[in-house]
């Protein structure tokens, strides 16, 4: 089970609100990027919580639900595909995570930042590599974000279905692929990601 060292060592440092932040989306041809925010209580890490990518999609979202009833606060947010395409990837998951932090109520004071780049955001942060397989906040941040933006890919299924969205969520798989060359891309897909049909 994942502890709240990182977290416990801030309070201990006179920081009151804990945030985790983590994102879903950043290698998806298509769709928004999602990010959530999650403050923890102390002493109720839901049980088998960890990196939503160690998760099977039934246990992540029953995790899901268990966070959203527990912890004290939590956001999810995102940035658009036309944001992705002005600004380029990170820059759009930088700020979909500001967004998120933005979201709480309450407020977090700290923010520990999944991957290792935290720059600009409006309170102090840190970035932790792995950081959803070490701290429980940034853990439940990616359960939160992951089931959002999975549940968000079968609305975007439904709008279109000869992409086959709902089976590879966005990723550049060879089924999806072949269908952006039989239908050309759809006004969800992000044009940085998809200069391959240039070439074609």
Do not use: W
């Amino acid at each position: 089970m994942l502890e709240l060292t990182l977290e416990n060592q801030l309070y201990a440092a006179g920081y009151t609100a804990v945030c985790g932040v983590d994102e879903a989306g950043r290698g998806p041809l298509c769709g928004p990027v999602v990010a959530a925010a999650c403050i923890l209580r102390p002493g109720a890490v839901p049980e088998g919580l960890n990196d939503s990518k160690k998760l099977t999609p039934r246990r992540r979202e029953e995790l899901f639900e268990q966070i959203r009833a527990s912890a004290l606060a939590f956001c999810v947010a995102e940035a658009s595909v036309r944001e992705i395409d002005e600004l380029n990837i990170l820059e759009a998951d930088l700020l979909a995570m500001r967004r998120a932090i933005a979201g709480l109520s309450p407020a977090a004071d700290f923010a520990l930042i999944d991957g290792n780049v935290a720059r600009d955001f409006p309170l102090p942060a840190r970035a932790v590599v792995h950081g959803d397989a070490i701290s429980p906040s940034i853990a439940a941040a990616s359960v939160l974000a992951k089931v959002t933006r999975d549940r968000l890919c079968l609305e975007l299924d439904r709008m279109y279905p000869q992409y086959g969205i709902a089976q590879h969520k966005g990723y550049g798989t060879r089924a999806h692929m072949e269908a952006l060359r039989r239908y050309g891309p759809s006004p969800i897909h992000r044009k940085q990601f998809i200069r391959f049909l240039d070439r074609a």
